[in-house]
Nanobody
Framework: QGQLVASGGGSAQAGGSLRLSCAAS????????MGWFRQATGKEREGVAG????????YYADSVKGRFAISRDNAKNTLYLQMNSLKPEDTALYYC?????????????????WGQGTQVTVSS
């Protein structure tokens, strides 16, 4: 059974920064693509960023390109999402997940394990 524990959400002003972390159990971290998803109120869950098991970036949503950066620390089995230049439209519940297939594209259908959500709220 894999386990993903996300942390680091909170509140920020527009233009500010937050960093999300996702600690993964060892039995899943090295074997899967990893990704970040988000779900705003009333909207579908969407993939934000993805990474291959070796750490190379596989995907950024157009809405976050140039502002967000996904990375992995393989020594700590931890996935990160650095979020800069935050906008109110980034407000959502953010989830980390382990995915498989699809070229490591973070699609909901590719998710094998979900972490719990962490809330990000950006005020203008």
């Amino acid at each position: 059974q894999g386990q993903l524990v996300a942390s680091g959400g909170g509140s920020a002003q527009a233009g500010g920064s937050l960093r999300l972390s996702c600690a993964a159990s060892e039995n899943i971290y090295g074997d899967y693509c990893m990704g970040w998803f988000r779900q705003a109120t009333g909207k579908e869950r969407e993939g934000v960023a993805g990474t291959y098991s070796g750490g190379e970036v596989s995907y950024y949503a157009d809405s976050v390109k140039g502002r967000f950066a996904i990375s992995r620390d393989n020594a700590k089995n931890t996935l990160y999402l650095q979020m800069n230049s935050l906008k109110p439209e980034d407000t959502a519940l953010y989830y980390c997940a382990a995915t498989s297939g699809g070229g490591c594209y973070p699609g909901v259908a590719n998710v094998i394990y979900w972490g719990q959500g962490t809330q990000v709220t950006v005020s203008s």
